[in-house]
């Protein structure tokens, strides 16, 4: 259950008392299966599993709550429907000795895909998140801004109000990130790991260096800094717990939990699905905790008064 990419949200001390009704707010949204001629579902399931149908909605360790919003898409790929439009349109010219207007052709298309929707797979997804109330953190297990939108879009709707903002770094973090690696001083726990993006800011279209299992210190990626490209993305290691790279748009890409983290799970006795959920979640939460007050104070990233 350990988040892969992460992208962030705040929110005030007066959102997180009204997080408090969460559970009961999710519950008139849940996942409803997709019906024969819908396209696709959206709703809210169990943490727990997707077959959990009357299981909460939310799961809390400590400051963490842990939720999970499903979908249900059908699959019917556009060459699927065009082979079947042109095999019908074949057999109506043919056996009506004349031409298909584009009109008629339209709506002969989406005859065939009221016929086809109702037999079309079904594939399932799962997207989580959680929020941290005690530090106003929305945490989300994505590093698309669209999926990450579309979530947090689904628990404004179910709350009615739900005012999380996106980060706005006071230290822009293209500049800090291109002096750590230009200099090699990094922040007390912080750490260079082996993968960078340079590009060239003065063009939407210069120059892309992308480096993986790369000495970042070494003097080919100096040359290119000394070019005047800048870091978009940087590969940081933090208090030798876990790693992740660092975007330009703050968003945590390929984060992982290294061994030292991971085998404290070993230590924790789990005698269920739900206990391996709580010691998952606890531990991940609490190592982000620490990471996350240490972006705020490197870059400035202030909690919302109100």
Same mark, same amino acid.
């Given at each position: 259950?350990?988040? /892969?990419?992460?992208?962030?949200?705040?929110?005030?001390?007066?959102?997180?008392?009204?997080?408090?009704?969460?559970?009961?707010?999710?519950?008139?949204?849940?996942?409803?299966?997709?019906?024969?001629?819908?396209?696709?579902?959206?709703?809210?399931?169990?943490?727990?599993?997707?077959?959990?149908?009357?299981?909460?909605?939310?799961?809390?360790?400590?400051? !963490?709550?842990?939720?999970?919003?499903? +979908?249900?898409d059908k699959l019917l790929p556009s060459s699927v429907i065009n082979d079947e439009l042109s095999r019908k349109v074949k057999h109506i010219a043919e056996e009506e000795g004349r031409r298909i207007s584009g009109r008629e052709r339209k709506k002969i298309k989406e005859e065939l895909i009221e016929q086809?929707?109702?037999?079309?797979?079904?594939?399932?997804?799962?997207?989580?998140?959680?929020?941290?109330?005690?530090?106003?953190?929305?945490?989300?297990?994505?590093?698309?801004?669209?999926?990450?939108?579309?979530?947090?879009?689904?628990?404004?709707?179910?709350? +009615?109000?739900?005012?999380?903002?996106?980060?706005?770094?006071?230290?822009?973090?293209?500049?800090?990130?291109?002096?750590?690696?230009?200099?090699?001083?990094?922040?007390?726990?912080?750490?260079?790991?082996?993968?960078?993006?340079?590009?060239?800011?003065?063009?939407?279209? +210069? !120059?892309?260096?992308?480096?993986?299992?790369q000495d970042l210190e070494s003097d080919e990626v100096k040359e290119h800094l000394r070019g005047g490209k800048q870091v978009f993305q940087l590969g940081l290691n933090f208090d030798e717990r876990l790693g992740f790279v660092l975007g330009e748009d703050m968003v945590l890409r390929k984060l992982r939990?290294?061994?030292?983290?991971?085998?404290?799970?070993?230590?924790?006795?789990?005698?269920?699905?739900?206990?391996?959920?709580? !010691?998952?979640?606890?531990?991940?939460?609490?190592? @982000?905790?620490? @990471?996350?007050?240490? @972006?705020?104070?490197?870059?400035?990233?202030? /909690?919302?008064?109100?």
């Amino acid at each position: 259950m350990f988040f /892969r990419n992460l992208t962030l949200f705040r929110f005030s001390e007066s959102v997180a008392e009204d997080l408090s009704r969460l559970e009961e707010a999710l519950g008139e949204h849940r996942l409803r299966p997709c019906g024969p001629m819908e396209m696709s579902s959206r709703g809210f399931i169990s943490p727990m599993g997707r077959d959990e149908d009357d299981a909460p909605l939310t799961h809390s360790v400590a400051q !963490a709550t842990l939720l999970t919003i499903g +979908g249900e898409d059908k699959l019917l790929p556009s060459s699927v429907i065009n082979d079947e439009l042109s095999r019908k349109v074949k057999h109506i010219a043919e056996e009506e000795g004349r031409r298909i207007s584009g009109r008629e052709r339209k709506k002969i298309k989406e005859e065939l895909i009221e016929q086809l929707l109702p037999r079309a797979f079904t594939r399932p997804s799962r997207q989580s998140a959680y929020v941290d109330k005690k530090n106003g953190w929305l945490v989300l297990d994505t590093s698309s801004r669209k999926s990450a939108e579309n979530m947090l879009s689904a628990v404004r709707e179910a709350l +009615g109000s739900f005012p999380a903002v996106p980060l706005a770094p006071e230290q822009a973090p293209r500049q800090l990130m291109t002096e750590w690696l230009t200099s090699g001083e990094l922040p007390a726990g912080l750490s260079l790991a082996d993968e960078c993006e340079l590009r060239d800011p003065a063009s939407a279209s +210069g !120059a892309v260096v992308r480096c993986r299992r790369q000495d970042l210190e070494s003097d080919e990626v100096k040359e290119h800094l000394r070019g005047g490209k800048q870091v978009f993305q940087l590969g940081l290691n933090f208090d030798e717990r876990l790693g992740f790279v660092l975007g330009e748009d703050m968003v945590l890409r390929k984060l992982r939990f290294f061994d030292v983290v991971t085998d404290e799970l070993e230590n924790t006795q789990t005698d269920s699905a739900a206990d391996e959920i709580d !010691a998952r979640l606890a531990l991940m939460s609490l190592e @982000l905790e620490r @990471l996350f007050g240490k @972006l705020e104070e490197w870059f400035g990233l202030p /909690r919302p008064a109100a």
